[in-house]
């Protein structure tokens, strides 16, 4: 059976696979290149280019490229197993919350107990990206890349492939790439999590009949309506309804609830975790995906870390560096006269001879 010939490195595993080496190399095990020497050489005559040809050729030898491609399989696998737990938990709370319909729900406990978290989350990464942190913040993004970084150091059985997931990590941190893909591992667990939940609400309201209430001690019941019509505001804006003050005071006292009450809260519950859950999350989705793809097409290895240097001197030669400094002429000159016409002296031939 033929062997298979690996894909075409991508620009980000190149550079990936680079700092492999060049992690593995200043620990203070330089790898043997002589072998691969001569193919480097063919490379373009620039320092990065050639250091990325070695690395591809050494990675190759020493199965970190497999290595790498292993890793990416985990990470996307990972990152499938995580975004189904998430959209199941998200309905199975909302299912909860919601209850078999035999009791009244409270809304304020209905929409915090679906998007608290979410907006406590939020914040926290909004902290994070503000403080300047490396990751932002994002816990769920960290989580993934935990799992990923174990389940490829397991799945390839040998302790140096360990470090493929710390070379990523590295470079990604210096180039500060790694906050944004955290960032949008984070928001699309969140997006799955909330759509789960939208999934759960649509379902309970559709097969059960529910009575919504507000419920409170010391709050008056204007406290409330003005609540309920500030955060019904900019769903409103979108389509869904909002119980207007006479249903929130009937809620808050108990009273039956005739069928456009039940809607009007329903369309409200709706609209609160689509606009305050689900767009929140999707829009920093989308954002952190523009500049992570904007910040990989512009990734470019750092020549100035350690390793990098020594490599540039071996791997480009002075004679390259400086060029050519005095181009030959295109032949050589047969005669005396020849030669110095070539540096542009005119010299009378009559003249030369009588001299002879």
Known sequence: MAQAVPHALTPLESRWLAEVVRQHEAAGTPLED??????VLE????????ILRRAELLGEREGWRAAITAWRGHARTTLLVLALIALASGFGAAIGVMGAGGRPVNVAWALSSLIGVHLFSLALW?????AGGSNGGALLGRAWWWLSDLLGALGTGRKRDAAVGGALLNLLAHHGLLRWVTGAISHLLWLAALLG??????????LQRYAFVLETTILPSEVFVALTA????????????IPDAGMVRASGEGLPQDEAARLAWSSWLVGCVVVYGILPRLLLWAGCQLWWMRGRSRLRLDLGLPGYAVLRARLLPASERIGVVDQAPPSLPRTRIEAHAVHGVRLDACAWQAGR
Not at 126 to 130: A, D, K, P, R, S
């Open 126 to 130: 909004l902290v994070g990206m503000t």
């Open 197 to 206: 939940a939208l999934a759960g609400l649509l379902v309970a309201l559709a």
């Open 43 to 50: 490379a373009p005559p620039e320092a990065e280019a050639r």
């Open 34 to 39: 002589r072998d691969v020497l001569p193919r």
């Open 230 to 241: 500030a955060l019904g505001w900019l769903p409103a804006q979108l389509g869904f309804a």
